[in-house]
């Protein structure tokens, strides 16, 4: 009897098979018509790669296509639903702790990769010792086919040595990003727009349970409140919500008394000048999720772009403006002081 157990906790996994009785060609490589599940030496079951920690409104409808996948191809198959989770901080620490382990397995990788590089290239050098530089190969001479073999190893060990210093610089770039994971995933502007993200989802499951329409409905269908085991799903994933919500704005509020400057609305003004990516830019509107500056083409290559200055790239002037959220805002100057430091052309 094959088993799919789902929960946010475990994610999904299907137990009581193996890689060799035949399900694997349902279960396994999408490109070979399976269902793109991948198989856990370490734990003896399939798994669905990243469906641990999802909410269970999401992890449920994929396992009950498992299930019926499996039996349409001739196998017993139950489910069996668990409403197990993990805290945001237990997910997040484990997370971390999995990723120093990754940076240190690769560091040695990245060690060991350079290592026989420096092998391969001594061994090259080696090769052709012997042979004094510039020196030609002479033809039919005694020594024709030994300096040919010596230069075919000396090619040889240079390709290696090529490869394993490509290896090198992979595995030292997997090794940095695996140990800056925690400093990317705690940024304070990555978490606002995280929280941004948790909060539509947070609304969104709201109104699926109040049976209230969303903002673009329109009235093209009704909508009623999610009643039954629905409700009961819905209920589940909120309170999983809630827990990451408050994790993260934790985050942002260690970030705030740290003294990380989060920019908001309060902060400017119309006429003032923000900075992101390197030029500052003049504010025509401010709102409550962006500012509103001129088109970004516009600031190509130039420090300061204002509102009667910003040009199209044929030359025309242009009233295009873009909007730039909060938390890509990078700095602020007032009217007077930027008028000081970048006088009007």
């Given at each position: ?7 946010p ?31 856990g ?20 409808p ?13 196998f ?41 590089a ?46 394993e ?50 903002p ?12 039954g ?10 309170t ?67 509102l ?38």
């Open positions: 009897m094959i088993t799919v157990h789902c929960s906790a475990q994610g999904i996994t299907v137990t009581g098979t193996s890689r060799a009785d035949g399900s694997n060609k349902t279960l396994g490589n999408r490109s070979k018509g399976g269902l793109g599940l991948k198989w030496s370490y734990i003896g079951a399939w798994y669905v790669p990243h469906s641990r920690d999802r909410h269970n409104s999401v992890n449920r994929r396992a009950e296509h498992i299930a019926a996948t499996l039996r349409d191809a001739g017993a198959v139950t489910v069996e639903y668990s409403d197990e989770t993990r805290t945001a901080a237990t997910r997040e620490a484990e997370m971390y702790d999995r990723a120093a382990a990754r940076a240190d397995a690769y560091t040695a990788f990245a060690r060991n990769a350079a290592t026989r420096d092998t391969h290239r001594e061994t090259a050098r080696a090769a052709t010792a012997g042979i004094p530089l510039g020196q030609p190969i002479l033809l039919g001479h005694h020594s024709q086919r030994r300096h040919e073999k010596a230069l075919e190893r000396s090619d040889s060990h240079t390709r290696k040595a090529i490869a210093t490509g290896r090198t610089a992979h595995w030292t770039h997997r090794a940095d990003a695996a140990a800056h994971l925690e400093q990317h995933r705690t940024n304070p502007r990555v978490t606002l727009r995280r929280l941004q993200r948790l909060e539509a989802d947070r609304r969104r499951f709201q109104r699926a349970l109040d049976g209230t329409p969303p673009n409905h329109r009235g093209l269908y009704d909508v009623k409140p999610a009643a085991e629905h409700r009961k799903r819905l209920l589940h994933d909120l999983q919500l809630d827990d990451e919500i408050a994790h993260w704005r934790g985050v942002i509020a260690q970030a705030e008394a740290d003294g990380v400057k989060l920019w908001g609305p309060a902060d400017f003004t119309k006429g003032d000048f923000v900075l992101y990516s390197g030029t500052w830019w003049e504010i025509k509107r401010v709102n409550p999720k962006t500012l509103t500056v001129p088109w970004g083409m516009c600031g190509v290559g130039r420090r300061v772009v204002r009667n200055d910003a040009y199209a790239p044929n030359g025309a002037l242009t009233t295009s403006t873009d909007n730039l959220p909060y938390d890509k805002v990078q700095g602020r100057m007032g009217a007077a002081e930027a008028a000081d430091q970048y006088p009007p052309a």
